[in-house]
């Protein structure tokens, strides 16, 4: 069972600057592909960015590629999310999610790929 708890989130003017940080129990964090969805009121909940157990091998939708950046800690079980040149609509709840993975460089991105998600943290960009 792997826990995770996400935090960071807040109100941003747009162009502005957020760190979403992912906390993570357990031992094995360096097995588990991590991966950020978010979710605005009346949306479906969509992919944001994903890395591999490694840390080499990430992924990114295309609506965020060039503006976040994902990245990881094995030491200290984390996983982060910066997200830079914030628009309004990157508003939504920020999710954390992680799977077991059978290799360090896999990673996921459909969300019924993760096993584990965290409680979520609200962005919100202001125009």
């Known amino acids: 069972q792997v826990q995770l708890i996400e935090s960071g989130g807040g109100l941003v003017q747009a162009g502005g600057s957020l760190r979403l940080s992912c906390a993570a129990s357990?031992?094995?964090?360096?097995?588990?592909?991590m991966g950020w969805f978010r979710q605005a009121p009346g949306k479906v909940r969509e992919f944001v960015a994903a890395i591999s157990g490694s840390g080499v091998y990430t992924y990114y939708a295309g609506s965020v590629k060039g503006r976040f950046t994902i990245s990881r800690d094995n030491a200290k079980n984390t996983v982060f999310l910066q997200m830079n040149s914030l628009k309004p609509e990157d508003t939504a709840v920020y999710y954390c999610?992680?799977?077991?993975?059978?290799?360090?460089?896999?990673?996921?991105?459909?969300?019924?790929?993760?096993?584990?998600w965290g409680q979520g943290t609200q962005v919100t960009v202001s125009s």
């Open positions: 999610a992680a799977v077991a993975a059978p290799t360090l460089s896999t990673y996921y991105y459909k969300p019924y790929e993760y096993a584990y």
């Open positions: 357990g031992r094995t964090f360096s097995s588990y592909a």
